[in-house]
T-cell receptor
Framework: SQQGEEDPQALSIQEGENATMNCSYK?????LQWYRQNSGRGLVHLIL?????REKHSGRLRVTLDTSKKSSSLLITASRAADTASYFC???????????????FGQGTILTVHP | DAGVIQSPRHEVTEMGQEVTLRCKPI?????LFWYRQTMMRGLELLIY????????DSGMPEDRFSAKMPNASFSTLKIQPSEPRDSAVYFC?????????????FGSGTRLTVV
């Protein structure tokens, strides 16, 4: 079963607007990551936030994490038509005492940005 | 680096035939993952390796599926015999213990169609 649940399933906006996608998860995590997938392509890593962090920025991306609510959000500011893609959250847990483990992906949000 | 390389990009086979998917991870990465993506089930982790050793194969659907990693630069996922319900996009991804904060690097995937 999927760990992360994205909301909304689909989002349609105009260029220049902000896009917000949410992710909820069920179990304790070590880190949460966001990925983008363009149609017919593999996933591309966007940003990682650790469980002891609350907010992180990378360019036009802003990620927040609320471990008490087991939720995260991805904000894309000033969206562009090129941002059209599916966005997935993925949760990671400790494995074997290391800080690295397998990732479990959510179902994704399909973002369409109209020019 | 050319990234994670998967072959073939597309595979159409008849039910009952053996299918072998191939993956070359990024040089120096010590983790390799096989995922399957379908509309119904999303991204499912099938198996992952650390330093060429299978760590978790609990996602392998049944005995028809097998995966090997004979060396650090090559892995295969084999389905024998194949069935129509195996039709999906299969992704290979790699990552490194030392740079896991940068997430996984995915290949472009193999689109498998079993008729």
């Amino acid at each position: 079963s999927q760990q992360g649940e994205e909301d909304p399933q689909a989002l349609s906006i105009q260029e220049g607007e902000n896009a917000t996608m949410n992710c909820s998860y069920k179990t304790s995590i070590n880190n949460l990551q966001w990925y983008r997938q363009n149609s017919g392509r593999g996933l591309v890593h966007l940003i990682l936030i650790r469980s002891n962090e609350r907010e992180k920025h990378s360019g036009r991306l802003r990620v927040t994490l609320d471990t008490s609510k087991k939720s995260s959000s991805l904000l894309i500011t000033a969206s562009r038509a090129a941002d059209t893609a599916s966005y997935f959250c993925a949760t990671g847990t400790n494995a074997g005492g290391t800080s690295y483990g397998k990732l479990t992906f959510g179902q994704g949000t399909i973002l369409t940005v109209h020019p | 680096d050319a990234g994670v390389i998967q072959s073939p990009r597309h595979e159409v086979t008849e039910m009952g035939q053996e299918v072998t998917l191939r993956c070359k991870p990024i040089s120096g990465h010590d983790y390799l993952f096989w995922y399957r993506q379908t509309m119904m089930r999303g991204l499912e982790l099938l198996i992952y390796f650390n330093n060429n050793v299978p760590i978790d194969d609990s996602g392998m659907p049944e005995d028809r599926f097998s995966a090997k990693m004979p060396n650090a630069s090559f892995s295969t996922l084999k389905i024998q015999p194949s069935e129509p319900r195996d039709s999906a996009v299969y992704f290979c991804a790699s990552s490194s213990t030392g740079t896991w904060v940068y997430g996984y690097t995915f290949g472009s995937g193999t689109r498998l169609t079993v008729v």
